[in-house]
């Protein structure tokens, strides 16, 4: 290898480690700040913004069975069961609609 290719391999070493840096004192200075709320919510609302555009552009099926899966989620708050009874609800409404 010449020595470019070890001035890129010791340039990203740099810099992917300077991005660990970064983001370990930066996240003790979110969960200092009055901002902490974000982190406890961030999972969350990660799954949810998924969920939403996934859902952009589908069809009536997709989304009653989402409103389906979403009733299952609140009502037994178990992820197992919302999975299974979502994908039955979508399996069941493309057999009646077609």
């Known amino acids: 290898m010449t020595s470019s290719h070890w001035l890129i391999i010791f340039t990203l070493a740099v ?3 300077s991005i660990r840096v970064i983001g370990l004192f930066a996240g003790s200075k ?5 901002h902490t709320w974000v982190l406890e919510e961030l999972p969350g609302l990660i799954v ?8 952009s552009g589908q069809s009536a099926q997709m989304w009653m069975a989402a409103a389906v899966a979403l009733g299952v989620a609140i009502t037994t708050n178990h992820v197992i069961a919302t999975m299974c009874l979502g994908v039955v609800a979508f399996g069941s409404l493309s057999l009646i609609m077609g």
């Open 15 to 17: 810099a992917a480690l």
């Open 30 to 34: 979110v969960r200092a700040s009055k």
């Open 48 to 55: 949810v913004s998924l969920i939403a555009t996934s859902l």
